[in-house]
């Protein structure tokens, strides 16, 4: 940014609305989340000041420069001039709810010697609390410009600008107690009370507090917190989220699938027969357009995550299973990233660098692919809606629904005997205790919310589509080719024989259709993909799996949601998409060489298990290999997830094919 005067980093605690802040003042969109972990690397806008622009440097959140975890460490080696992004300026962000412990923090960064200002924020909370900063006070005792916000309703940031000019051209550096900053992995007991000592004299005579007895979030903890009912109202959220998920998308996905199919008309309608014709329908529509049609699905999922995170409930998530993680030798810093693993394994795995033990951050790793991100809920949607009963129990909830929901349970609950037999392999790093601040509940915010669903579900059109329009059209071309002409000349006889004879025209019509599905699936028998298929179908046969169903799980390899394109590229070619339109009926309608149909309940079933547990994202082994500093931990993760989900899956269709459901 060579056009920004000088450049000013962005520091505070965890969970204080740090990057909400830098959002604000840059118009970027970073992801924010309302738990500590979410930002673990720095990001750069610019901010207009009134006399110019400056670079604005979004530091990952850190308690304390005594840097113990991955994440902190950078926030050490930055502000302290071990790296060519040393900031010539900061702005400190203060929680006013928490102002002890925020000032903490600031008193180690007033240390560094830099000029500084003091963005107050959240004090609507504060007063929530029985607390009231008086920041001109405040600045007083500190020595600093301090600036009340609300960052979320982007108040008082003109006014932070004008602080920020101000202290820049005065060159003022702040000075703190003079307690020396520690360095990585060094704690000093004396030094640390003697900031929380220097903390409280600040703030004697900028704090009031009022006796408000025990606050709303207090009393609705005793129960969300609670041992038992913590843990029953989590599982209650978590069903009705996927019970919303059937109730709200489908019309929306009957819509969306009409528009695809009416946009999918429009395209074809001018084409004469070909090989063209046949690109754009099975290659590019069918398999773009699967993914098009799950995209209400995919806003309602994030909908409700956004939700949860701006209201505060996503922390008392973590805090509930703190106690089951402490068993497996983790903490409830292992379940942060593994919450954030239910969006993208990818944030999640880059989560881990706020556990400093580094034999629990590399065992996180390792399992948070096996939380079911948001590429495969169309796999488990599609094919819950195609083969599974929409029978309601108790006459409320949706059977696909409880599917939906073991889907994602199943995740977690294999993550955690592998977590343990790993945790045991390993040999044990320092113990540390997980503390963790629960945030005060509070209405979500409209905006943020909306922001972050929109800019999820453009991240998975745009990623997604793209990755899947390619793979379609690779697929395609392996099913199409080649085209045997002594074959298409037969079909070609057959069909003028048909035309030629003396029956009713709707049985020419249904004669025609059948000879046009058979000829589509000798082709594609005939072709790279089919000869590629029946050789590989074998290892995969105790599955309950198709060719073609082999061919799609693999050709998914690079990204779980490709597998939507693959399947509608193979089996729209297949001729499978003409009784009704789009992939559920394709698939629904394929049929094996002997007639039978391709799919079960049982093959449904088992599909989708492997899909919950393989580790079919080459973004994530990537992120593994670069977090782990190894290539054998990545290739490790893809080993066990696709034994584990190949035994999950043979083990899952022979139990439901007993039950009659093969």
Same mark, same amino acid.
């Given at each position: 940014?060579?056009?920004?005067?000088?450049?000013?980093?962005?520091?505070?605690?965890?969970?204080?609305?740090?990057?909400?802040?830098?959002?604000?003042?840059?118009?970027?969109?970073?992801?924010?989340?309302?738990?500590?972990?979410?930002?673990?690397?720095?990001?750069?806008?610019?901010?207009?000041?009134?006399?110019?622009?400056?670079?604005?440097?979004?530091?990952?959140?850190?308690?304390?420069?005594?840097?113990?975890?991955?994440?902190?460490?950078?926030?050490?080696?930055?502000?302290?001039?071990?790296?060519?992004?040393?900031?010539?300026?900061?702005?400190?962000?203060?929680?006013?709810?928490?102002?002890?412990?925020?000032?903490?923090?600031?008193?180690?960064?007033?240390?560094?010697?830099?000029?500084?200002?003091?963005?107050?924020?959240?004090?609507?909370?504060?007063?929530?609390?029985?607390?009231?900063?008086?920041?001109?006070?405040?600045?007083?005792?500190?020595?600093?410009?301090?600036?009340?916000?609300?960052?979320?309703?982007?108040?008082?940031?003109?006014?932070?600008?004008?602080?920020?000019?101000?202290?820049?051209?005065?060159?003022?550096?702040?000075?703190?107690?003079?307690?020396?900053?520690?360095?990585?992995?060094?704690?000093?007991?004396?030094?640390?009370?003697?900031?929380?000592?220097?903390?409280?004299?600040?703030?004697?005579?900028?704090?009031?507090?009022?006796?408000?007895?025990?606050?709303?979030?207090?009393?609705?903890?005793?129960?969300?917190?609670?041992?038992?009912?913590?843990?029953?109202?989590?599982?209650?959220?978590?069903?009705?989220?996927?019970?919303?998920?059937?109730?709200?998308?489908?019309?929306?996905?009957?819509?969306?699938?009409?528009?695809?199919?009416?946009?999918?008309?429009?395209?074809?309608?001018?084409?004469?027969?070909?090989?063209?014709?046949?690109?754009?329908?099975?290659?590019?529509?069918?398999?773009?357009?699967?993914?098009?049609?799950?995209?209400?699905?995919?806003?309602?999922?994030?909908?409700?995550?956004?939700?949860?995170?701006?209201?505060?409930?996503?922390?008392?998530?973590?805090?509930?299973?703190?106690?089951?993680?402490?068993?497996?030798?983790?903490?409830?810093?292992?379940?942060?990233?593994?919450?954030?693993?239910?969006?993208?394994?990818?944030?999640?795995?880059?989560?881990?660098?706020?556990?400093?033990?580094?034999?629990?951050?590399?065992?996180?790793?390792?399992?948070?692919?096996?939380?079911?991100?948001?590429?495969?809920?169309?796999?488990?949607?599609?094919?819950?809606?195609?083969?599974?009963?929409?029978?309601?129990?108790?006459?409320?909830?949706?059977?696909? $629904?409880? @599917?939906?929901? /073991? &889907?994602? %349970?199943?995740?977690?609950?294999? =993550?955690?005997?592998?977590?343990?037999?790993? #945790? +045991?392999?390993?040999?044990?790093?320092?113990?540390?205790?997980?503390?963790?601040?629960?945030?005060?509940?509070?209405?979500?915010?409209?905006?943020?919310?909306?922001?972050?669903?929109?800019?999820?579900?453009?991240?998975?059109?745009?990623?997604?589509?793209?990755?899947?329009?390619?793979? $379609?059209? @690779?697929?395609? /071309? &392996?099913? %199409?080719?080649?085209?045997?002409? =002594?074959?298409?000349?037969?079909?070609?006889? #057959? +069909?003028?024989?048909?035309?030629?004879?003396?029956?009713?025209?709707?049985?020419?019509?249904?004669?025609?259709?059948?000879?046009?599905?058979?000829?589509?699936?000798?082709?594609?028998?005939?072709?790279?993909?089919?000869?590629?298929?029946?050789?590989?179908?074998?290892?995969?046969?105790?599955?309950?799996?198709?060719?073609?169903?082999?061919?799609?799980?693999?050709?998914?390899?690079?990204?779980?949601?490709?597998?939507?394109?693959?399947?509608?590229?193979?089996?729209?070619?297949?001729?499978?998409?003409?009784?009704?339109?789009?992939?559920?009926?394709?698939?629904?309608?394929?049929?094996?060489?002997?007639?039978?149909?391709?799919?079960?309940?049982?093959?449904?079933?088992?599909?989708?298990?492997?899909?919950?547990?393989?580790?079919?994202?080459?973004?994530?082994?990537?992120?593994?290999?670069?977090?782990?500093?190894?290539?054998?931990?990545?290739?490790?993760?893809?080993?066990?997830?696709?034994?584990?989900?190949?035994?999950?899956?043979?083990?899952?269709?022979?139990?439901?094919?007993?039950?009659?459901?093969?």
């Amino acid at each position: 940014m060579s056009s920004a005067r000088f450049r000013v980093a962005l520091a505070g605690n965890p969970n204080v609305g740090k990057t909400t802040l830098f959002n604000a003042l840059t118009g970027l969109n970073q992801r924010t989340g309302n738990y500590p972990g979410v930002t673990v690397s720095t990001h750069s806008g610019v901010w207009e000041l009134p006399g110019g622009p400056v670079e604005l440097m979004d530091l990952p959140g850190a308690y304390s420069l005594t840097a113990l975890s991955p994440d902190e460490a950078l926030v050490n080696k930055i502000l302290v001039g071990k790296t060519d992004q040393a900031p010539a300026a900061l702005l400190v962000i203060v929680d006013a709810s928490n102002p002890e412990r925020n000032l903490y923090f600031l008193s180690q960064l007033m240390d560094l010697g830099l000029p500084t200002v003091v963005a107050l924020n959240m004090g609507d909370v504060a007063e929530s609390k029985g607390l009231k900063v008086d920041a001109g006070r405040l600045s007083k005792a500190l020595g600093l410009r301090v600036v009340p916000i609300r960052a979320h309703k982007h108040d008082g940031l003109q006014a932070l600008g004008q602080a920020m000019e101000q202290t820049a051209l005065e060159a003022k550096p702040a000075h703190g107690p003079g307690l020396a900053v520690q360095g990585p992995g060094a704690a000093n007991p004396v030094a640390i009370r003697g900031r929380y000592e220097w903390a409280r004299n600040k703030l004697v005579d900028a704090i009031t507090r009022s006796d408000v007895g025990v606050r709303f979030s207090d009393r609705v903890d005793k129960v969300l917190t609670h041992r038992v009912w913590g843990v029953l109202a989590l599982v209650l959220v978590m069903g009705m989220i996927f019970q919303s998920i059937y109730a709200w998308s489908q019309p929306l996905m009957d819509l969306m699938q009409s528009l695809v199919s009416w946009i999918g008309a429009i395209l074809l309608r001018p084409m004469a027969p070909g090989i063209l014709k046949e690109l754009l329908s099975n290659g590019v529509i069918a398999g773009v357009g699967s993914v098009l049609v799950f995209v209400p699905q995919i806003a309602i999922l994030f909908l409700f995550i956004a939700i949860l995170e701006d209201c505060g409930y996503m922390a008392r998530s973590a805090f509930l299973m703190d106690r089951l993680f402490a068993k497996l030798g983790l903490s409830g810093r292992s379940f942060i990233p593994l919450l954030s693993s239910f969006a993208c394994a990818v944030p999640g795995i880059l989560a881990t660098r706020t556990i400093s033990d580094r034999k629990e951050r590399l065992t996180t790793m390792l399992v948070a692919p096996l939380m079911s991100c948001s590429a495969r809920l169309p796999v488990y949607t599609v094919l819950i809606a195609a083969f599974l009963p929409g029978r309601r129990l108790f006459g409320l909830i949706d059977q696909r $629904a409880l @599917v939906l929901f /073991a &889907l994602y %349970a199943l995740g977690l609950a294999v =993550a955690v005997p592998i977590a343990y037999l790993l #945790r +045991k392999r390993m040999r044990a790093g320092v113990a540390c205790l997980f503390l963790m601040e629960l945030p005060s509940y509070k209405w979500p915010d409209l905006h943020t919310v909306l922001r972050r669903v929109t800019e999820q579900c453009r991240e998975f059109v745009v990623n997604a589509g793209t990755m899947i329009l390619s793979v $379609a059209v @690779v697929v395609w /071309a &392996l099913g %199409a080719f080649p085209r045997p002409q =002594a074959l298409l000349d037969d079909f070609q006889a #057959r +069909k003028q024989t048909l035309a030629e004879q003396a029956v009713p025209d709707s049985a020419k019509a249904a004669g025609q259709a059948e000879l046009d599905r058979q000829e589509q699936g000798a082709l594609l028998r005939q072709s790279w993909l089919g000869r590629t298929g029946r050789i590989i179908n074998p290892v995969f046969e105790p599955l309950g799996w198709d060719w073609r169903v082999t061919m799609s799980a693999l050709a998914s390899i690079p990204a779980r949601e490709v597998v939507l394109g693959s399947l509608g590229a193979i089996f729209n070619s297949n001729g499978g998409g003409e009784n009704g339109g789009g992939l559920r009926q394709a698939l629904i309608h394929a049929r094996r060489d002997d007639g039978t149909p391709v799919f079960s309940i049982a093959v449904a079933l088992s599909l989708m298990v492997f899909f919950a547990l393989c580790a079919q994202c080459a973004s994530t082994l990537q992120v593994i290999r670069r977090e782990s500093g190894h290539w054998g931990w990545a290739a490790f993760t893809f080993t066990y997830m696709t034994v584990l989900a190949w035994g999950a899956g043979a083990i899952v269709f022979h139990v439901a094919a007993a039950f009659g459901l093969g």
